[in-house]
């Protein structure tokens, strides 16, 4: 029943590696998003993806590529993991661009 | 574009008190204003939202207030309870990538 779903809940792993994080929404949204919180729980926008056209945020480095197999998907794969990475990234997804957004559960990615 | 201001950072009422949390935008043009709780290991969930069209909104303890001529919107919550403890996000749309523009958040902690 879960609305957007992502996974794994936590993801600790070595520095220099890839992971991915996954996340589906079944609310029939056309827009999805990537956020990182960080320490002190701001929320920062990194990627939109609406109707097939992914808007980047400018300040997020490029290891960082979001891919949508469909429009119910946008998966988080990171390259070359640093320690500074380490945050917790939301799912989220609207109706539409600029409306109400609905969020996973987040990913407590930990780099050591 | 947008930018939104959010206090106080950190909020501590007694049981049954009430609470209140500020926010200011800049954006004139920003129609749609959501609040966010978020508690802890969890996703921010949608508590309540108001559009611009309308000066108030209420859903039993929590309501929200909008002053488009001064660019501020309150989050009210009456007779708080322990399990109002979370952090309290507000947001506005207007970012360059058609996302929400979150404000930095207030922690409230309910005192039984």
């Known amino acids: 029943d879960t609305a957007v779903s992502q996974t794994p809940k936590y993801l600790v792993t070595q520095m220099g590696n890839d992971k991915s994080i996954k996340c589906e929404q079944n609310?029939?949204?056309?827009?999805m998003y990537w956020y990182k919180q960080d320490s002190k729980k701001f929320l920062k926008i990194m990627f939109s993806y609406n109707n097939k056209e992914l808007i980047i945020n400018e300040t997020v480095p490029n290891r960082f590529s979001p891919k949508s197999p469909d429009k119910a998907h946008l998966n988080l794969h990171i390259n070359s993991l640093e320690l500074g990475d380490s945050a917790v990234y939301f799912c989220a997804s609207s109706p539409h661009l600029n409306t109400e957004a609905f969020f996973g559960q987040g990913t407590r990615l930990t780099v050591v | 574009g947008e930018n939104v201001e959010q206090h106080p950072s950190t909020l501590s009422v007694q049981e049954g008190d009430s609470a209140v949390i500020k926010c200011t935008y800049s954006d004139s043009a920003s129609n749609y204003f959501p609040w966010y709780k978020q508690e802890l290991g969890k996703g921010p969930q949608l508590i309540i939202d108001i559009r611009s069209n309308v000066g108030e909104k209420k859903d039993q303890r929590i309501a929200v207030t909008l002053n488009k001529t001064a660019k501020h919107f309150s989050l009210h919550i009456t007779e708080t309870q322990p399990e109002d403890s979370a952090v309290y996000f507000c947001a506005a749309p207007g970012g360059s990538q058609g996302n929400l523009i979150f404000g930095k958040g207030t922690k409230l902690s309910v005192k039984p």
């Open positions: 609310l029939g949204h056309d827009t």
